[in-house]
């Protein structure tokens, strides 16, 4: 299975929603895309909608806290919603749910951010 990467801007809050699988094939996609859209676009604020995202590895991990740093750097804040069971695991078993926020939903995200649609 591949990765696909969809991109929306929402005021200042770029929404990333990943869909597939994020590993050692698809990290470079997902790396490059997101910093590109962060470093180009008026964003100051990160959503990783993972509804659909049925596998990642320590890769994407890897991807998630390159591009949380990045996003910090700048003043902003990084925010995952609609994570699956397995991949909400991994987030535990790594520690990476000390420094980001997970919501349940988008809107609940984007509201967290104070940007409601």
């Given amino acids: 299975m591949s990765l696909q990467v969809e991109l929306e801007q929402h005021r200042n809050v770029l929404i990333v929603r990943l869909r ?8 470079d996609v997902v790396r490059f895309k997101m910093e590109d859209a962060i470093l180009r676009g008026r964003c100051d604020h990160v959503v990783l ?9 320590s890769s994407g991990l890897g991807v998630i806290l390159g591009r949380y740093k990045l996003v910090k750097s700048r003043g902003g804040k990084m925010v995952v919603c609609d994570t699956q069971a397995s991949v909400k695991r991994l987030f535990e078993l790594s520690g990476l749910f000390k420094i980001l926020s ?3 939903t988008e ?3 984007l509201a967290s951010l104070e940007v409601v649609s």
């Fill in 20 to 27: 597939g699988e994020l590993d050692h094939h698809t990290a």
């Fill in 102 to 104: 997970f919501y349940e």
């Fill in 49 to 57: 909608s993972m509804k659909d995202l049925q596998f990642m590895d």
């Fill in 107 to 109: 809107r609940s995200a």
